[in-house]
């Protein structure tokens, strides 16, 4: 017989947190910052290879680092630290043990040895192939077995997550139904088994491939791969969108609208997401209009609708959370009193507002069949990725993080003044780097390539003169967001080795190295429910119980339709293409 | 029944399907309407709009379209211009254009305002055709041919940039189209210029 699982109470949320399921979580984070610190220096290397005036990298290494960054960024930092959400919200929010600890080592392993086995053919040099591997460039068979561990060993989670909560149901630890972040969580990990059976459907034939053992269709491989690459991105969505949740509740006691208006956004997710692969083939030879336009519009945009919807409930739950503890005054006091030094609470709002504004917007604008003529493979694709998942999930992860710090690993958070600037300059950086590049995509600029003066081309291109001066902001904004980036590694690293413990915590006093959601934990008064009442009896309008929200919302509405007919306007002036 | 006021760390408990509040059903349906119109966007171009990316989409194989282009270039070359030849089409021809690492064969000369179907297809990996300065863009898939029906209405010396990676080489792999203002009946045909 096993021992019973030993558990410890927090003190400040009131959790039972199992000891294995914490080990778990932090070696996992700890994994994805080591990732993260990877693909930032990764990312250094090729911004000044980019910015023409510096042009760091020679040819070869330019095309390998680039890799190295896509892999280490988008699947290792990434994906570890959604590992260590997953064992996270199905143990701690729901109150129960990791049903299954040492398939869970197992797991991390087949991870880790997968992530290294990929970057070191990616460093040696055997898999000059960047991240999409697009068949048939070759890499070594080494390459493609890697990742299919790393797959196997992802997929090996979300069944652990699914297990943890039937044991949670089961045992009844929690009443009721799910807490929403955890069903969020739950969404990813739907998504992330649908993305895995892609990523299996395309990598093992590749690998066969790679033996010489069986052929692979250059479209077909496009088309699965990016079943897999673009519903990965659909679990950072989820897996983000999640965090926004916990992050609002935690900072500043955010509440839920309306369960079932939030709910339903996710199903959505699930329902319409795989489809995104068609964002990819839009300009391909593969298929046909009818389900070009089926698939970019994950069946007329119901997935946007999804994000439209969480776009108006996170903001919304944050300001009537505000309002219920008494910042009821005009449209905007919620925010203009909200904690702007508290880096959780600031990396959540960049985060929601560089997602939606720069990542949505562009997003579905892009992805639009004939509009993808002008953007396909010009540095407006990176441009816009790079606002959401960057800006968008990776600036949430950072935001929990901060309160992962002293909630799981128990320690202050190290260089706290570095830590409060610190989603401002990444959010900065990221905010000139997406918009500069979206707009050097405009004149045509390639991505992925080593050298837009041509120098060594048989023809001469010349590009507008601005396109210098607008990839020397690329650099700027690409430095200066890599810099938040190993800010924020040297916070972690700091923090969780060397960190100084955490030690008593007094509510309401406050505390040096430690986020104020935490000291002075936004709990709402007892009469909650009478002001909730109050507030929306109050609102009779159509703006209802959070007006600055429909402010807000309507904003971001009409900036879109701005960016969508332009880019339809600009569409009209180029060749006649039937 | 009510659900207590919670955020979403807590179980709700009882029942939370529940009607929401005007102010959320208005936003839900204004963002309803406004994916309608995202959607509508697409059929409405395939109508009234002159970018569509459907084309003529077949099967090949990279010798069968390697021997296409060769007849293309043998039936209408018109010089050369380093080493790669020059083809000058009719109007309404089928134009092929083969893409391999790290060339785009032949140069094209095209006249303006005049419908060609300009083949794309690679000989060996993916490439990418992006027409410099108009900034149109389309993925080249070996084994497919990309037939589209294109009609240049600006003239001038303009340049394909390919912006898939292919390998090494990929950032010298640029290709010339070169389109002419249609001759009129009264315009000499301009002889060999230096």
């Given at each position: 017989m096993t021992a019973p699982a030993v558990f410890r109470t927090c003190p400040v949320l009131g959790r039972k947190i199992h000891d294995k399921a914490e080990l778990l979580v932090k070696v996992n984070a700890v994994t994805a910052v080591v990732s993260l610190l990877v693909g930032a220096i990764a990312a250094v290397l090729v911004v000044l290879t980019r910015w023409q005036a510096v042009h760091l990298l020679p040819a070869v290494w330019f095309y390998r680092i680039l890799g190295v960054h896509g892999m280490s960024m988008l699947i290792f930092w990434i994906i570890f630290f959604e590992m260590a959400v997953l064992h996270f919200t199905s143990t701690a929010l729901v109150d129960t043990r990791c049903c299954a600890p040492k398939l869970s080592w197992f797991a991390y392993g087949l991870m880790l040895v997968g992530a290294i086995v990929v970057e070191w053919m990616m460093w040696s040099g055997q898999a000059d192939v960047l991240f999409t591997s697009y068949v048939p460039l070759r890499a070594s068979p080494w390459f493609y077995l890697g990742i299919i561990l790393f797959a196997v060993g992802a997929l090996i989670v979300t069944g652990i997550f699914f297990a943890n909560l039937v044991v949670a149901k089961r045992e009844k630890t929690y009443e009721g139904s799910l807490p929403l972040v955890v069903y969020g969580a739950m969404t990813a990990a739907i998504i992330a088994v649908i993305t895995l059976l892609h990523g299996a459907a395309i990598y093992i034939p590749t690998f066969l491939w790679s033996l010489g053992l069986m052929k692979v269709d250059p479209e077909i491989y496009r088309l699965i791969w990016w079943a897999l690459g673009h519903s990965s991105q659909q679990i950072n969505v989820a897996a983000m969108v999640s965090i926004w949740y916990m992050l609002g509740a935690l900072t500043i006691g955010a509440v839920v609208l309306n369960e079932k208006i939030s709910r339903s956004a996710f199903v959505l997710y699930i329902l319409f997401i795989s489809m995104a692969s068609a964002h990819h083939l839009l300009v391909d030879p593969g298929m046909g209009p009818a389900w070009k336009v089926a698939n970019t519009s994950y069946f007329m945009y119901m997935a946007v609708l999804a994000s439209m919807i969480h776009g108006f409930t996170v903001p919304a739950g944050m300001e009537l959370g505000m309002r219920l503890r008494g910042y009821t005054k005009g449209t905007f006091e919620w925010l203009r009193k909200a904690p702007w030094s508290d880096p959780g609470f600031s990396a959540l709002v960049f985060s929601v507002v560089v997602f939606g504004f720069i990542g949505g917007i562009t997003g579905v604008t892009i992805g639009t069949e004939q509009i993808n003529m002008i953007v396909h493979n010009t540095l407006r694709s990176p441009g816009h990725f790079h606002a959401t998942v960057v800006s968008g999930t990776a600036m949430a992860f950072m935001g929990v993080t901060y309160y992962v710090i002293p909630l799981v690993f128990r320690k202050k958070v190290a260089f706290w003044k570095l830590a409060k600037i610190q989603p401002y300059l990444f959010a900065l950086g990221m905010v000139i780097f997406t918009m500069s590049m979206t707009f050097a995509g405009s004149f045509g600029v390639p991505r992925r390539h080593w050298d837009i003066s041509f120098s060594q081309a048989p023809f001469s291109v010349q590009f507008n003169p601005a396109v210098d001066l607008i990839l020397a902001f690329v650099a700027l904004g690409g430095l200066m967001a890599a810099t938040g980036a190993f800010i924020f590694v040297a916070i972690c690293v700091k923090s969780v080795f060397f960190g100084e413990p955490l030690g008593t915590i007094t509510k309401g006093v406050a505390m040096y190295g430690v986020p104020q959601g935490i000291w002075n934990p936004p709990v709402h008064s007892k009469d909650v429910e009478q002001r909730n009442a109050e507030l929306h009896a109050a609102a009779t309008g159509w703006m209802g119980p959070a007006p600055g929200t429909m402010v807000l919302v309507l904003v971001f509405l009409a900036a879109f339709a701005l960016y969508f007919f332009t880019n339809w306007k600009i569409l009209s002036s180029v060749w006649k293409i039937g | 029944m009510h659900i207590d006021t919670h955020t979403g760390l807590d179980a709700p408990k009882?029942?939370?399907?529940k009607p929401a509040h005007k102010a959320e059903k208005t936003w839900v349906a204004i963002s309803f309407a406004w994916c309608m119109v995202l959607f509508a966007m697409m059929p409405l171009w395939h109508w009234k709009g002159g970018q569509i990316p459907s084309g003529i989409r077949r099967r090949t194989t990279p010798e069968a379209y390697f021997k296409r282009t060769q007849e293309f270039i043998k039936q209408y070359r018109v010089g050369d211009d380093r080493g790669m030849p020059i083809v000058a089409p009719p109007p309404g021809a089928d134009v092929y254009l083969a893409a391999m690492t790290y060339q785009w064969t032949p140069i094209l000369k095209l006249q303006k305002g005049k419908e060609y179907v300009l083949h794309l297809s690679s000989l060996d990996m993916n490439h990418g055709f992006s027409l410099y300065p108009v900034n149109v863009n389309f993925q080249v898939v070996p084994g497919y041919d990309y037939g589209l029906r294109v009609t240049p209405t600006s003239s001038g010396d303009f340049r394909v940039i390919c912006n898939e990676f292919c390998g090494i080489g990929h950032h010298t792999m640029v290709g010339r189209v070169i389109i002419e203002d249609a001759p009129t009946a009264t315009a000499a045909t301009p002889g060999g210029a230096p």
């Amino acid at each position: 017989m096993t021992a019973p699982a030993v558990f410890r109470t927090c003190p400040v949320l009131g959790r039972k947190i199992h000891d294995k399921a914490e080990l778990l979580v932090k070696v996992n984070a700890v994994t994805a910052v080591v990732s993260l610190l990877v693909g930032a220096i990764a990312a250094v290397l090729v911004v000044l290879t980019r910015w023409q005036a510096v042009h760091l990298l020679p040819a070869v290494w330019f095309y390998r680092i680039l890799g190295v960054h896509g892999m280490s960024m988008l699947i290792f930092w990434i994906i570890f630290f959604e590992m260590a959400v997953l064992h996270f919200t199905s143990t701690a929010l729901v109150d129960t043990r990791c049903c299954a600890p040492k398939l869970s080592w197992f797991a991390y392993g087949l991870m880790l040895v997968g992530a290294i086995v990929v970057e070191w053919m990616m460093w040696s040099g055997q898999a000059d192939v960047l991240f999409t591997s697009y068949v048939p460039l070759r890499a070594s068979p080494w390459f493609y077995l890697g990742i299919i561990l790393f797959a196997v060993g992802a997929l090996i989670v979300t069944g652990i997550f699914f297990a943890n909560l039937v044991v949670a149901k089961r045992e009844k630890t929690y009443e009721g139904s799910l807490p929403l972040v955890v069903y969020g969580a739950m969404t990813a990990a739907i998504i992330a088994v649908i993305t895995l059976l892609h990523g299996a459907a395309i990598y093992i034939p590749t690998f066969l491939w790679s033996l010489g053992l069986m052929k692979v269709d250059p479209e077909i491989y496009r088309l699965i791969w990016w079943a897999l690459g673009h519903s990965s991105q659909q679990i950072n969505v989820a897996a983000m969108v999640s965090i926004w949740y916990m992050l609002g509740a935690l900072t500043i006691g955010a509440v839920v609208l309306n369960e079932k208006i939030s709910r339903s956004a996710f199903v959505l997710y699930i329902l319409f997401i795989s489809m995104a692969s068609a964002h990819h083939l839009l300009v391909d030879p593969g298929m046909g209009p009818a389900w070009k336009v089926a698939n970019t519009s994950y069946f007329m945009y119901m997935a946007v609708l999804a994000s439209m919807i969480h776009g108006f409930t996170v903001p919304a739950g944050m300001e009537l959370g505000m309002r219920l503890r008494g910042y009821t005054k005009g449209t905007f006091e919620w925010l203009r009193k909200a904690p702007w030094s508290d880096p959780g609470f600031s990396a959540l709002v960049f985060s929601v507002v560089v997602f939606g504004f720069i990542g949505g917007i562009t997003g579905v604008t892009i992805g639009t069949e004939q509009i993808n003529m002008i953007v396909h493979n010009t540095l407006r694709s990176p441009g816009h990725f790079h606002a959401t998942v960057v800006s968008g999930t990776a600036m949430a992860f950072m935001g929990v993080t901060y309160y992962v710090i002293p909630l799981v690993f128990r320690k202050k958070v190290a260089f706290w003044k570095l830590a409060k600037i610190q989603p401002y300059l990444f959010a900065l950086g990221m905010v000139i780097f997406t918009m500069s590049m979206t707009f050097a995509g405009s004149f045509g600029v390639p991505r992925r390539h080593w050298d837009i003066s041509f120098s060594q081309a048989p023809f001469s291109v010349q590009f507008n003169p601005a396109v210098d001066l607008i990839l020397a902001f690329v650099a700027l904004g690409g430095l200066m967001a890599a810099t938040g980036a190993f800010i924020f590694v040297a916070i972690c690293v700091k923090s969780v080795f060397f960190g100084e413990p955490l030690g008593t915590i007094t509510k309401g006093v406050a505390m040096y190295g430690v986020p104020q959601g935490i000291w002075n934990p936004p709990v709402h008064s007892k009469d909650v429910e009478q002001r909730n009442a109050e507030l929306h009896a109050a609102a009779t309008g159509w703006m209802g119980p959070a007006p600055g929200t429909m402010v807000l919302v309507l904003v971001f509405l009409a900036a879109f339709a701005l960016y969508f007919f332009t880019n339809w306007k600009i569409l009209s002036s180029v060749w006649k293409i039937g | 029944m009510h659900i207590d006021t919670h955020t979403g760390l807590d179980a709700p408990k009882g029942i939370w399907w529940k009607p929401a509040h005007k102010a959320e059903k208005t936003w839900v349906a204004i963002s309803f309407a406004w994916c309608m119109v995202l959607f509508a966007m697409m059929p409405l171009w395939h109508w009234k709009g002159g970018q569509i990316p459907s084309g003529i989409r077949r099967r090949t194989t990279p010798e069968a379209y390697f021997k296409r282009t060769q007849e293309f270039i043998k039936q209408y070359r018109v010089g050369d211009d380093r080493g790669m030849p020059i083809v000058a089409p009719p109007p309404g021809a089928d134009v092929y254009l083969a893409a391999m690492t790290y060339q785009w064969t032949p140069i094209l000369k095209l006249q303006k305002g005049k419908e060609y179907v300009l083949h794309l297809s690679s000989l060996d990996m993916n490439h990418g055709f992006s027409l410099y300065p108009v900034n149109v863009n389309f993925q080249v898939v070996p084994g497919y041919d990309y037939g589209l029906r294109v009609t240049p209405t600006s003239s001038g010396d303009f340049r394909v940039i390919c912006n898939e990676f292919c390998g090494i080489g990929h950032h010298t792999m640029v290709g010339r189209v070169i389109i002419e203002d249609a001759p009129t009946a009264t315009a000499a045909t301009p002889g060999g210029a230096p």
